[in-house]
């Protein structure tokens, strides 16, 4: 019997890329074929892991301006945004961000399309926000995959997506809700236009996906899962208790100086933008006993002067890098909350968009970390979070824990078997 | 001749590093035992700098020597390996490697006086003049007019190491095809015994650093056997700065033993006279090995690219 062939298609993030790595590790090893369709910007990323990639062309020429300018850009705009709390993000950050998530499920469609009749695949994995035409008239199952906060799927019960709120601030969450739909409404009549054209029903308001018919799969921990009015169907929504890829061995550096607790800070690759928070963060880091790895992404040219007990990279694998720290400090990502959950370290949670609130929030109401602003802490909040963290004894018993738990429910293996289980 | 025992000093030192790195790879237990034979293929050196690393090892208490037996690993657990190799490290802490590693990770700029070096390491002007003559020697550091002195780009960002990869992509398939290139067929062969270790290794095991070593070894060999002497030089220049401050980058194991392949499949073509073959099978390595991860990506905008598309 022929392999099936399984396409995986997360989209251009870190986490979703990375996410969808674990599952396609152990779909090969339970003997189907996984490819990866793949956005301009990711080629390589999951060539590196030994998987096929088919690549969507590069957008039109007008839009691929000169990266250095498009990118400056961005930070000039966004940037200062990131320091607004979430409903004040709505109208600043979210819904352009929105209105570029529709532009991209536009453009991508035609070279979407036909990749999809080039790979014929027996499933298609997607990983992403919205959804693509071309995916639910491919003509075989397709399965959605939730790697942001489970908030992604509403509910009664669970706050609403990306607000940073707890379920029982009630009214606060019925502001958010309906400003989260006002900020949305453009691209999203847009998006349903699109739909339209290409034969799919429109969604409610506020909604860009669809569950799939078929499987769903959420990177939702059960030690931070809500508690939900509507129960999910269990024949179609399958939890995954961490997501975590294998990845090489790491070995911290030598420091110049300084012994203590391993502390590994990243903020993923959008959050190493900001430059001037970590080189604020690295004068702390600077009078602490402990030892930092911080990932600085592609910035790492940005910083001269580093601290002794500090040591600075533009890339970590990340899952061996965790399971040998003591705390990690990161922004609210959902795989990097998740996989301090599945090592059992604690998270100080510094979010400046989309689920991190979401999950800063859970971190906190779950006593599995803490949450600091990102815009508001002086060198002694930043100092005792950090200390607080690492000596919070109870804390650390309830990770362990959740960690031997997650451990014995591999996520990735619980997915693969889901999705060939489709077949 | 003091210089001569430092330097053979500095190589069992690294050859000890180089056995613990191994000890990881294959995962051997205390009590097992390290045939020297098997170790010198590995490390791609004869008996004799071997047992000289294992001594040093035994002083360490990593392994003991059985009369008539040779050498067995008392600890195997990763932590106490890796205190060890802090621990040899810390020996191998000359001036001169704690200088370039703090300009390496950025804790120093790229021009620095006597003086500011006296102060920071609180070291004589002497050792640091001393420390200073050393990397100036390897081609890492010179003096400018005045008295300062100017470390050379190294790689220290995601940028360097691209620049380094475009430069690389034109000479290092030129070197093959230069006339004259002739390979050198035994320590073809040792490096072929690393590769192939390394590849025997379970999933996971192949370190960054262990990756890194064979690695400039292998381009190494590959701009020595190159008779344009211009090639040859500015290559090996480049490969001992590679060397001495490039930082292990994390690739997925899939990678590291494509790589390894890649690398024997270059020496298969050149053992067969095919420098043409592998030319361009260097540069399809180089270009695999180009990392071009996005530096920033967010959904719903064009990820961040380093340098054009290619």
């Known amino acids: 019997m022929t392999a099936p062939t399984i396409a995986l298609f997360p989209e251009a993030s870190f986490g979703a890329a990375l996410n969808c790595v674990g599952i396609a590790q152990q779909l090969q090893r339970m003997g189907a074929r996984p490819v990866f369709i793949c956005h301009p910007g990711f080629t390589g990323v999951f060539a590196e892991y030994g998987f096929r990639e088919y690549h969507l062309p590069d957008p039109p020429s007008e839009q691929s301006e000169d990266a250095e300018d498009y990118w400056q850009g961005f930070i000039n ?113 847009r998006y349903n236009q699109f739909r339209a054209r290409n034969g799919l029903t429109t969604l409610p308001d506020g909604e860009f996906l669809e569950p799939s018919p078929s499987l769903n799969l959420l990177l939702a921990p059960s030690a931070v899962r809500y508690d939900r009015d509507v129960p999910l169907r269990e024949d179609s929504f399958v939890f995954l208790e961490g997501c975590v890829r294998e990845e090489t061995r790491f070995d911290p550096p030598p420091f110049a100086v300084g012994e203590g607790p391993l502390i590994y800070m990243s903020f993923g690759s959008l ?48 899952p061996s890098v965790v399971a040998q720290s003591a705390l990690f400090i990161h922004h609210g990502g959902n795989n990097s909350f998740c996989e301090a959950l599945y090592y059992g370290v604690p998270s100080l949670v510094m979010p400046y968009c989309w689920d991190g609130h979401d999950n800063a929030q859970r971190a906190e109401a779950t006593g599995t970390g803490r949450r600091l602003d990102r815009a508001n802490w002086d060198e002694d909040d930043l100092r005792y979070a950090i200390l607080g963290l690492l000596n919070d004894h109870p804390m650390h018993a309830r990770l362990s824990g959740i960690s031997r738990q997650m451990q014995d429910t591999p996520g990735t293996h619980v997915a693969a078997r889901a999705v060939l289980s489709l077949l | 001749m003091a210089e001569v025992r430092r330097n053979a000093r500095q190589n069992h030192i690294a050859l000890a590093k180089q056995v613990l790195d191994a000890v990881l790879e294959h995962g051997l237990r205390a009590g097992d035992h390290l045939p020297e034979q098997r170790f010198s293929k590995v490390c791609g050196v004869s008996r004799t700098p071997m047992r000289a690393a294992f001594k040093l090892l035994e002083s360490k208490e990593i392994l003991e020597w059985r009369e008539e037996e040779g050498f067995f690993l008392t600890v195997a657990e990763p932590d106490a390996l890796a205190e060890a190799a802090r621990g040899l490290e810390d020996m191998d802490g000359s001036l001169a490697a704690r200088i370039l590693s703090d300009r390496a990770d950025r804790r120093i700029g790229d021009v620095q006086s006597v003086s500011g070096l006296v102060r920071r390491y609180n070291a004589s002007r002497h050792m640091v003049l001393n420390a200073l003559k050393i990397l100036s020697r390897d081609g890492v550091l010179t003096q400018l007019p005045g008295r300062a002195w100017a470390f050379q780009p190294m790689f ?63 381009h190494g060999l590959i701009a020595e056997c190159c008779r344009n002497r211009f090639l040859r030089g500015t290559l090996l220049t480049h490969h001992r700065l590679r060397q001495a401050t490039q930082k292990d980058t994390a690739i997925p194991d899939f990678r590291l033993r494509q790589a390894l392949e890649e690398h024997l499949d270059i020496l298969d073509s050149l053992e067969r006279g095919q420098f043409d073959l592998a030319a361009d099978q260097m540069t399809l390595h180089l270009r695999r090995s180009r990392n071009r991860r996005s530096e920033a990506a967010t959904r719903g905008f064009a990820p961040m690219m380093r340098g054009p598309r290619r």
């Open chain 1, 271 to 318: 959050g190493a933008i900001d430059t001037a928070l970590t080189r604020r963060m690295l004068n702390v880091f600077a009078g602490m006993d402990a030892r930092f790895l911080v990932n600085a992404g592609g910035f790492l040219e940005a910083y001269d002067a580093v601290p002794d007990n500090v040591s600075l990279a533009s890339w970590f694998p990340q």
């Open chain 2, 156 to 218: 220290d960002s995601p940028k360097a190491i691209d620049d380094s990869f475009a430069m690389r992509l034109t000479l290092e398939p030129q070197a093959i095809t230069a006339p004259g290139f002739a390979l050198d067929p035994k320590r073809a062969g040792l490096m072929r015994g690393q590769m192939d270790e390394l590849l025997r290794s379970r999933e996971g095991a192949i370190t960054a650093a262990g990756f890194l070593r064979v690695d400039t070894d292998f």
């Open chain 1, 77 to 189: 705009t966004h940037l200062p945004h990131f320091d607004l709390d979430p409903l004040a993000q709505l109208p600043a950050y979210v819904a352009p961000t929105w209105e570029a998530i529709v532009d991209t499920a536009e453009t991508a469609e035609p070279g979407l399309r036909a990749l999809l009749d080039r790979i014929r695949p027996d499933a298609i994995l997607l990983d992403n926000v919205i959804m693509f035409p071309a995916i639910a008239n491919a003509g075989c199952p397709w399965v959605r995959i939730v790697s942001c906060a489970e908030t992604e799927i509403p509910d009664p019960a669970v706050p609403p997506y990306l607000s940073g709120l707890a379920p029982e601030e009630t009214a606060a969450c019925a502001t958010f809700d309906r400003a989260y739909r006002a900020a949305t409404a453009s691209a999203h009549m």
